[in-house]
């Protein structure tokens, strides 16, 4: 759950980064606030100023060797003593500044789907960079969705096409000390703390709206005889004209979604606009194909991600 952080540790006047077994990229330099030495530590950055190590990076990464994972909290604990032995400091009382976290998610389809889905925040501005899309503000506060196999496919060729998305919640200092009057490494493991971070998590995702996955046709309303033809269609177009006449059948679960449409072809013969021998022929393919293709999916994406979110413990 826990990947990228920024944690201040207090350090001995003896301790030296050059010291720790590891480490790569020893730099130092004197700047009129007082002398600093930078190093690198697997993918973290560290930093010390006098009696102050600044520790900058994915922990995830550094002890697992990837972050697409999702430890448990009990792994994530160990990952964070790890890290304190190797460095050699008292990890535990170490204040967290910033903090990156959330899970990742297999999904049945492709995550372009339900980034797509992906509607407006009553609070936050929205907006896209690359493979990812994101609500809020970096400096504060933010909610970003990701193609976690995209990213990752360079160094791991398991996770090409595998369907994989983060949704990772990312709280700067002037969030964090709102939320908590001084936040440790030993309180992110204490239950009132996870409540809270999952909480708020679940509660800004719950308020994105969906957007629709297609263009509804307004004159699909008034379906006449031949408006989808009597001869076989190719399946998009067949389906998205289905959805257009029928929304319900792409929000509502299969079953009240199919009894929503064969309601609403049902009054089209009443009224004349269609032929009960093609309503039989519409049903039959609905029947038989819809929840096996790719618009299915598509239309279902959020709601695969909604109960995922929804269930999600740490």
Not at 8 to 15: C, I, L, N, T, Y
Not at 23 to 33: A, D, I, K
Not at 98 to 113: D, H, K, M, S, T
Not at 287 to 313: I, S
Request: with cysteine; aromatic share 12%.
């Amino acid at each position: 759950m826990y990947d990228t952080i920024r944690i201040r540790a207090r350090v001995k006047d003896s301790f030296k980064l050059a010291d720790i077994e590891g480490v790569g990229y020893v730099t130092g330099h004197t700047p009129p606030s007082g002398p600093t030495t930078t190093a690198t530590f697997r993918n973290l950055w560290l930093h010390q100023k006098e009696n102050t190590l600044t520790i900058h990076g994915s922990v995830t990464k550094a002890y697992f060797g990837n972050n697409y994972i999702n430890p448990s909290r009990n792994e994530m604990k160990i990952a964070f003593e790890w890290l304190g032995k190797r460095l050699g400091i008292e990890i535990w009382n170490s204040e967290v500044g910033i903090l990156e976290y959330g899970p990742n998610f297999f999904l049945a389809g492709p995550v372009e789907y339900v980034l797509s889905s992906l509607g407006s925040h009553p609070k936050m501005k929205s907006g896209s960079f690359e493979s990812s899309w994101y609500y809020g503000s970096r400096k504060y506060f933010q909610l970003v969705f990701y193609d976690k196999g995209q990213e990752s496919a360079d160094l791991h060729a398991c996770l090409k096409d595998q369907n994989l998305i983060r949704l990772e919640t990312r709280i700067a200092l002037d969030k964090m000390r709102r939320l908590f009057n001084r936040l440790t490494v030993r309180s992110l493991f204490e239950q009132e703390t996870i409540d809270t971070l999952l909480g708020l998590m679940k509660a800004e995702y719950s308020q994105i709206t969906e957007a629709p996955n297609w263009t509804l046709n307004p004159e699909a309303k008034a379906l006449g005889p031949n408006s989808l033809g009597t001869k076989p269609l190719e399946d998009e177009i067949f389906f998205r004209g289905m959805v257009s006449f029928c929304p319900e059948l792409a929000t509502l679960p299969f079953r009240e979604g199919y009894r929503a449409l064969e309601a609403a072809l049902n009054r089209a013969c009443k009224e004349g606009h269609l032929e009960k021998s093609i309503k039989s022929k519409y049903l039959k393919k609905i029947r038989e194909r819809w929840p096996k293709t790719p618009l299915f999916v598509r239309c279902r994406a959020k709601e695969e991600l909604d109960r995922a979110v929804e269930h999600f413990l740490f």
